[in-house]
């Protein structure tokens, strides 16, 4: 009973958040096709974060803003500033996954392996002699 009391509050609390599969999937599509060329303007200008488009800002990690003395002794303080993005890769594998464009192979090698196959014979053998019997 606790479990789908739980599975019922997760339900509430995913429909009061807005969270849908879609959204999340689009989500995740945002940071997987994003292109940093678009932070910038023409002048490779940093553009101001709220006139960016809504999929640019959803890539974006983080902004860090410095100051600091780029020449040494001038006197003067630059502004820098600093743009991060949420992991590219990851978005893109999870969005291959999803859609069956990627499968996880698994190797499994057995020491000892012509002893294991000699087992599986035998058990081929019998189970094929177990057929043939009337």
């Known amino acids: 009973?606790?479990?789908?009391?739980?599975?019922?509050?997760?339900?509430?609390?995913l429909k009061l958040a807005e969270i849908t599969a879609e959204r999340v999937m689009l989500e995740?599509?945002?940071?997987?096709?994003?292109?940093?060329?678009?932070?910038?303007d023409s002048k490779g200008q940093l553009q101001p974060i709220k006139d960016l488009p809504k999929d640019v800002r959803a890539a974006i990690a983080s902004v860090k803003t410095l100051k600091t003395n780029v020449?040494?002794?001038?006197?003067?303080?630059?502004?820098?500033r600093e743009v991060k993005l949420w992991d590219k890769l990851s978005a893109l594998t999870l969005l291959a996954k999803h859609f069956?464009?990627?499968?996880?192979?698994?190797?499994?090698?057995?020491?000892?392996?012509?002893?294991?196959?000699?087992?599986?014979?035998?058990?081929r053998g019998a189970h094929a002699g177990a057929q043939t019997k009337p």
């Open 100 to 123: 069956g464009l990627v499968t996880e192979k698994h190797d499994v090698t057995v020491h000892g392996s012509e002893a294991l196959q000699a087992v599986v014979d035998r058990i």
């Open 28 to 40: 995740i599509a945002r940071v997987g096709v994003s292109d940093i060329g678009q932070v910038f």
């Open 71 to 80: 020449v040494s002794g001038d006197g003067q303080q630059e502004e820098t």
């Open 1 to 13: 009973m606790k479990t789908l009391a739980k599975e019922a509050g997760k339900a509430k609390a």
